[in-house]
């Protein structure tokens, strides 16, 4: 009779749990347009996802018909399930004082926005580039609200720890970098420059300014620490760089990784303590093909591995570029890779490309384009 009892209750409990869980058979479909509440296409562009409160709340940049500058700021939109979303509004709008950095105008991109538990703040960094200066300026935005969907007060730009050395490297490194001169490399890309890069040509020349940064991400850690990855060097080098225990600032520990790998849109998840990031090369609004490394420390070393994209367009990443990694609550070793299909000509028309990690035996993560897939079956 006991048994019976346990059984039931124990049938009851799994019952409960399969009826709450938010996800249902409706597809996600790469490529298409995908319209919010009000039937328009979701304007989140370079995003990431947060998952709060039971809910998924998914910032981006928002983008215009012509122009991939910011004039309006970074969106926020919010779903239970992933497939539903609402437009939550402007999350970090441009400011109209032409003196501010985030004038309209200006280049905000890739936003992220992570919680900080101790001070119950919502933290946002951004790619910012200042009005009319191009991509020259390769900083980092960083706002704060109370409140998960904003507004958001910005709070204002870093460069990557001016004046301080990486973790990864050692003072004979330190030393042999600094006798490195830039003139000495009068071409770039030959074997002899990509060898003075990998040792700090470039890492040199912005030490006392702070490395750029721009193409990035964050990722917050089991234990709580949260580490901000950006692509630095004319986007030759990325930095993983921790941050301080509020997650506005650098803490002044970070790596130098992947030098002269020439990685942008960094993505990164973790799975039986392996480090996975999913990059790509730099070829602009164009896709290429991803690149994908490991690591068990997140400092590294970081090892690279193959293409993780498989099939027909696997060189162009199905025509995307990665964005984010998104960890399926409730959903063991479930993970969605992010991708933007950009359109530079009619940016406000770019697609998202959405596709289920997979495994393989040994655990190398892989994926498949899968024009229609759906979180309920795809992960039992
Ligand atoms: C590629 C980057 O990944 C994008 O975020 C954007 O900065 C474009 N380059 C600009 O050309």
């Known amino acids: 009779m006991r048994t019976l009892a346990k059984l039931f209750f124990a049938a009851a409990a799994f ?106 703040k919502f933290v946002m960094w951004f790619h910012l580039e200042l009005r009319g200066q191009g991509y020259n300026a390769a900083r980092s935005g960083i706002a704060i609200s109370d409140n998960v969907t904003g507004p958001y007060k910005y709070l204002g730009s870093t460069r990557g720890n001016p004046g301080i050395y990486p973790v990864n490297m050692t003072q004979q490194e330190i030393d042999e970098m600094n006798a490195l001169n830039r003139e000495d490399y009068p071409q770039s890309w030959t074997p002899e420059w990509v060898e003075a890069v990998k040792k700090g040509l470039l890492f040199k020349q912005d030490f006392q300014a702070g490395q750029m940064s721009r193409d990035q991400t964050l990722y917050v850690d089991d234990d709580g620490k949260a580490y901000h990855i950006y692509s630095a060097e004319d986007n030759l080098t990325l930095n993983i760089a921790e941050l301080t225990d509020d997650y506005t600032a650098h803490s002044g520990r970070y790596a130098r990784i992947i030098p002269a790998g020439h990685n942008e849109a960094p993505a990164i998840f973790k799975k039986d303590g392996v480090y996975w990031m999913i990059t790509s090369g730099c070829t602009g609004w164009d896709p290429n093909a991803a690149r994908m490394f490991s690591a068990t420390d997140i400092f590294g070393p970081w090892t690279q591995h193959p293409n993780p994209c498989t099939g027909e367009d696997a060189d162009l990443t199905y025509h995307g570029q990665s964005t984010f990694i998104l960890p399926v609550p ?51």
């Open 15 to 120: 019952a409960a749990v399969a009826c709450s869980s938010p996800y249902t058979d409706a597809p996600i479909r790469s490529l298409e347009v995908w319209p919010d509440q009000d039937g328009v296409h979701i304007n989140a562009h370079g995003g990431g996802i947060l998952y709060y409160d039971n809910t998924f709340y998914w910032f981006g940049e928002h983008k215009g018909e012509r122009s991939n500058n910011a004039l309006v700021g970074v969106t926020c939109y919010s779903s239970k399930d992933l497939v539903n979303w609402t437009n939550e509004g402007v999350a970090l709008s441009v400011e109209e004082d032409p003196a501010s950095e985030i004038t309209r105008g200006s280049i905000m991109e890739r936003p992220k926005v992570i919680y900080n538990k101790a001070t119950g």
């Open 330 to 380: 409730g959903k063991k070793d479930a993970f969605i890779f992010m991708a933007d299909n950009w359109r530079p000509r009619n940016p406000i028309d770019g697609r998202y490309i959405w596709l289920p990690i997979l495994f393989k035996d040994d655990g190398t993560p892989y994926l498949e384009f899968l024009p229609e897939w759906n979180i309920k079956d795809q992960w039992k």
